[in-house]
């Protein structure tokens, strides 16, 4: 059977869209989903993937760790090595992580400019560009700017993060000099 896979892909408001074909005639939604994205759903997800990001970076902020726990599924896989970070799996290791590492901390994220690609009616991916600042007991501050890649799921009714890399273009090099001892 030959068909088209509908991509969309939704910015900071405004809609693109696209009809890809394969050059045989086939493309591959997610492994074990083959059906294409109904147009009004992609939509649709879309806008509730910004909704979990937003409250994840809320989450983060405001140390709500039930609420950051809510946007991630179960078996979430974190890649922070791209900011001097480590792997984790799972949303209780993730969590620990944060509170060890930036729980005493004040922290500031914001998340632009997100590029989200519906690839199936239950998957989706996404970069989004990322400016933080984070405050260190003592005063130390680290400012850094960056992307969020990352994949969401369906999960029932609710989209969440399944997985995320976190990658660096640039952190404060007076921040990274105290906190990293560079």
């Known amino acids: 059977m030959?068909?088209?896979?509908?991509?969309?892909?939704?910015?900071?408001?405004a809609a693109a869209f696209g009809?890809?074909?394969a050059v045989s005639g086939r493309v591959s939604a997610a492994?074990?989903?083959?059906?294409?994205?109904?147009?009004?759903a992609a939509v649709a997800a879309?806008?509730?993937?910004k909704q979990v990001k937003a409250r994840y970076f809320r989450a983060v902020d405001t140390k709500d760790w039930?609420?950051?726990?809510?946007?991630?599924?179960?078996?979430?896989v974190i890649d922070t090595t791209g900011s001097a970070g480590i792997v984790?799996?799972?949303?209780d290791a993730f969590i620990a992580y944060l509170k060890l590492t930036i729980g005493a901390a004040r922290t500031v994220h914001q998340g632009h400019m997100p590029e989200i690609e519906v690839?199936?009616?239950?998957?989706?991916?996404?970069?989004w560009a990322l400016q933080d600042l984070l405050i260190f007991p003592g005063n130390i501050r680290v400012i850094g700017f960056g992307h969020?890649?990352?994949t969401y799921a369906l999960d029932g009714d609710r989209w969440r993060i399944k997985s995320s890399e976190l990658t660096r273009v640039y952190l404060d090099p007076l921040a990274e000099e105290k906190l990293f001892g560079m």
């Open 2 to 13: 030959t068909h088209t896979r509908r991509t969309f892909m939704i910015g900071t408001g």
């Open 19 to 21: 009809l890809a074909a």
């Open 31 to 40: 492994p074990g989903d083959e059906t294409p994205p109904d147009p009004a």
């Open 46 to 49: 879309v806008y509730a993937i």
């Open 66 to 76: 039930d609420l950051l726990e809510q946007q991630v599924t179960p078996d979430v």
């Open 88 to 91: 984790t799996t799972g949303a």
């Open 119 to 127: 690839q199936s009616p239950s998957i989706a991916t996404g970069v």
């Open 148 to 150: 969020y890649h990352e």
